[in-house]
């Protein structure tokens, strides 16, 4: 008989926490309904007392979901438990994660107190959260830095308190698979009461060490894991769902099962790397647009006599499906249709008909599209209200030449005009925006992404802005690379607080 892991996701928290990749609640909505059919078990859906958008966020989303649990983060203080618990009042399913750091490092020098004073601490926001909800979650941050035998001290203290749940986070990414293994195991072997609550990981990737931790966890009692869809998270990021997904799925052996629908995994991947305008390495396991590719001639000639020789996953396990309907410039509104409610994307008839339309324009450019450019083209109409839109954009460049760009833009209806020369065609176009948009801006960072190989591909950029003493950041996409960094820097200018 197999045992039942619980995934908990918390992309919509600890992702969301990566520069430049907030989303607002419609695309926080968005996320969770997909993260809901994929078949996570709890979504922690943010961190309400942080700020008002987080708050009207966790609300919605538990109002838009049925099933998973519906999580707020908070910290060891009553008021934090209190928005919290205000915050999930219409989940169906409501828990409260709740915690405090438990490492000597946390202890002495950010609490500047002492491992009995914290040990109150811990069991006092469990006690009160639980006037609120049943189930309740406690992490010990830096547990993994934490010495094992007053972590379980705290461990058994809380579960006493009302704890249903204890999180065991790897928070700085420091633990080797076996340390963080045995950890669990000390805590199962030594917390008498540990079978009144489940154990989860939380581990993060500083080391790259982030899924094999979670797995030693697993394999040593936990029954939960915290994971975020492709990785993503804070620094280098969090274990990865498709990651401890597929390998429970793999490893049969093992006996762990998940709610897992893991043929969704690829569209939901695509999904939220669209949304975050955050690109997916080309080598992540799983879902990256090489995790199936065969360049090697052996192994290609492996695969073509029989594919388990290079392959342990069948594509099609999770979500990726050679076969499907390719959209060109003669595909229907049907065709279209279908392909953005494969990738977890459904909008109304008057939404739909402004897609295709930009839909319709990027087909005559393009020989054919694929899901990243569907992706982007349903996403399209979150720069619809931004005050400064790019109306043209003309630039001369060549080889032995000054290039030259004019430029046209729409400020709140307003329309301003400029041209500027520079050190080839986007410095020339930058420069001339900033004619129009007289601020002293610093290029902090500029990446452009291309989605696949073709030269009428869609390409991606990615900039940040340093304006004002604060960093915005920016994204653009075109199948002209000019017009793509101009829409990244435009739509970093969006974000200022004030532009006149």
């Known amino acids: 008989m197999s045992d039942k892991l619980f995934i908990f996701d918390t992309t919509l928290r600890d992702g969301e926490q990566v520069p430049g ?25 943010g961190f309400p007392v942080s700020s008002p958008g987080d708050f009207n966020s966790v609300i919605e989303i538990s109002k838009a979901v049925t099933w998973p649990t519906i999580c707020a983060l908070t910290r060891a203080v009553e008021k934090d438990i209190e928005v919290a618990a205000q915050a999930l009042q219409f989940a169906k399913r409501k828990r409260i994660h709740t915690g ?8 002495v020098y950010k609490f500047k107190s002492n491992r009995e004073e914290i040990l109150e601490r811990a069991v ?45 986070p790897d928070t700085t990414g420091y633990c080797l698979p076996d340390e963080y293994g045995r950890k669990i195991k000390f805590l199962v072997d030594n917390v008498p009461n540990i079978d009144r609550a489940i154990l989860s990981t939380h581990c993060h ?39 401890v997904a597929m390998i429970c799925k793999c490893h049969s052996d093992i006996h762990i099962e998940t709610n897992i629908n893991t043929q969704k995994i690829y569209p939901v991947s695509r999904l939220v790397s669209s949304l975050m305008n955050m690109p997916v390495q080309p080598n992540k396991a799983i879902v990256g647009r090489n995790a199936f590719a065969h360049s090697s001639g052996i192994h290609q000639d492996g695969v073509l006599k029989n594919v388990q020789t290079y392959e342990i996953i069948d594509p099609h396990d999770v979500g990726i499906d050679d076969n499907a309907i390719v959209l060109t410039a003669r595909s229907g509104r049907a065709a279209l249709k279908n392909r953005l409610e494969v990738l977890g994307v459904s909008m109304d008839n008057g939404k739909l008909d402004k897609v295709y339309e930009e839909f319709l324009k990027l087909a005559d450019k393009k020989k054919d599209i694929n899901d990243d450019d569907i ?16 109306d043209y954009l003309q630039v001369t460049s060549g080889v032995g030449v000054r290039s030259v760009a004019s430029i046209g833009v729409s400020i709140t209806g307003e329309k301003f005009e400029a041209a500027a020369s520079g050190n080839g065609p986007v410095d020339a176009a930058i420069k001339a925006l900033k004619k129009i948009i007289n601020r002293h801006m610093v290029l902090k960072e500029f990446t452009i992404q291309a989605i696949s190989k073709g030269s009428d591909d869609m390409g991606k950029v990615h900039m940040q802005v340093e304006y004002d003493g604060h960093v915005y950041y920016g994204f653009g996409a075109n199948t002209d690379i000019i017009a793509a960094s101009v829409e990244a820097y435009i739509d970093c200018i969006n974000k200022f607080k004030e532009v006149e």
Do not use: P, W
Request: aromatic share 4%; proline share 0%; charged share 25%.
């Open 100 to 107: 405090i750091g438990t490492s000597d490092a946390h202890i």
């Open 205 to 243: 990737n500083d080391l790259g060490m982030a899924t094999a931790n979670t797995m030693a966890g697993v394999l040593n009692g936990a029954r939960q894991v915290e994971v975020t869809i492709n990785g993503i998270g804070e620094r280098a990021g969090n274990t990865s769902l498709e990651e």
């Open 375 to 390: 992706l982007l083209l349903a996403g399209a109409d979150r720069s619809q209200n931004h005050r400064i839109k790019l």
């Open 21 to 45: 990749c907030q989303l607002n609640t419609v695309e926080k909505i968005q996320v969770a309904k997909a993260l809901e059919a994929l078949g996570v078990d709890i979504i922690e859906a």
């Open 124 to 168: 006092a926001c469990v006690k009160y959260a639980r006037r609120f909800v049943d189930d309740v979650e406690f992490y010990a941050e830096d547990a993994g830095r934490t010495d094992n035998e007053y972590l379980a001290r705290v461990v058994e203290a809380v579960i006493k308190a009302g704890a249903t749940v204890v999180n065991i």
